[in-house]
């Protein structure tokens, strides 16, 4: 195994370990209840990354049914393989899938939209391998602002940091407007669109955890990187700036925000 798919892997376990269950991990069920999602169903997973989508969906089509997960990158697949082999996974991208038409009865992508170069254009291919009738679920972040947590996380970082590390923290919720994630499912082609929001909570083992997650991973994944002791120097004041969320065992427990849209293929 060559060095850049190591620290790939190391990377996707330490997303797996941390920020699944303390903020992905709920949505999975409610994604896959918007899509109507039934024992024997054939399933596509697309940006599945570390798999929990996935691992849910195979609990729920049952040995009739079937699950494919797809994601750009290799670190990521390789954890989601480990902890779920039944599971096909593919290496690929969402404007492009390699999938005949009507492949699939469901289609479903958690917070990966915000990130796709061509967001149209993957939506179309989603609707693409659905068979006809088929049902597409996507969740994405709600607004900034409904989730006030990371709201004050970014105001810290343009602070202390400049407008790139804020923006980069910013870029998760971008598509965070009802009515604009319902154009862009229409646009594409889909049918019955819905776009509901749906609250939920982030559960962090502390601010620390939480903080140094962003600037050490997330950043660095969007192009910045920071010095050593501005990191420190950010961590330091995040526990003041968060300590409204802080739980009596010191964990950091906020609401945040996310929009699921439906639709069908015509």
Do not use: N
């Not at 994604?31 to 929990?52: I, Q």
């Not at 999938?99 to 061509?118: E, N, Y």
């Not at 006030?148 to 980069?168: C, H, I, K, N, T």
């Not at 995040?238 to 439906?262: H, K, N, P, Q």
């Amino acid at each position: 195994m060559d060095d850049g798919l190591e620290a790939q892997i190391a990377a996707a376990e330490a997303y797996e370990d941390l920020h699944v269950p303390a903020i992905f991990g709920q949505w999975a069920p409610l994604v896959l209840e918007a899509a109507d999602l039934a024992a024997g169903d054939r399933v596509l997973d697309v940006a599945c990354g570390t798999g929990v989508l996935a691992r849910e969906a195979a609990r729920r089509v049952g040995a009739r049914g079937t699950v494919t997960g797809l994601d750009p990158a290799g670190g990521m697949l390789a954890v989601a393989k480990r902890l779920q082999p039944a599971v096909e996974w593919h290496e690929g991208v969402a404007a492009t899938l390699p999938f005949a038409d009507g492949s699939f009865d469901v289609v479903a992508s958690q917070f990966g939209l915000m990130f796709f170069p061509d967001r149209e254009a993957a939506l179309r291919e989603m609707l693409r391998v659905l068979v006809s009738a088929g049902r597409l679920s996507v969740a994405v972040w709600g607004a900034l602002d409904r989730s006030p947590a990371y709201s004050a996380a970014v105001e810290l970082l343009e602070r202390r940091a400049g407008q790139a590390a804020a923006d980069a923290l910013r870029a998760p919720f971008v598509l965070g407007d009802p009515a604009e994630l319902d154009g862009l499912l229409a646009a594409a082609g889909a049918a019955a669109v819905t776009v509901v929001e749906e609250r939920g909570l982030a559960r962090f083992p502390s601010v620390r955890s939480m903080i140094e997650a962003e600037l050490r991973g997330w950043l660095p994944i969007m192009g910045v990187h920071l010095e050593e002791a501005l990191i420190e120097t950010i961590l330091a004041e995040a526990e003041e700036v968060l300590e409204l969320y802080v739980a009596a065992d010191g964990r950091v427990v906020f609401e945040v925000s996310a929009l699921i849209a439906t639709g069908r293929k015509p």
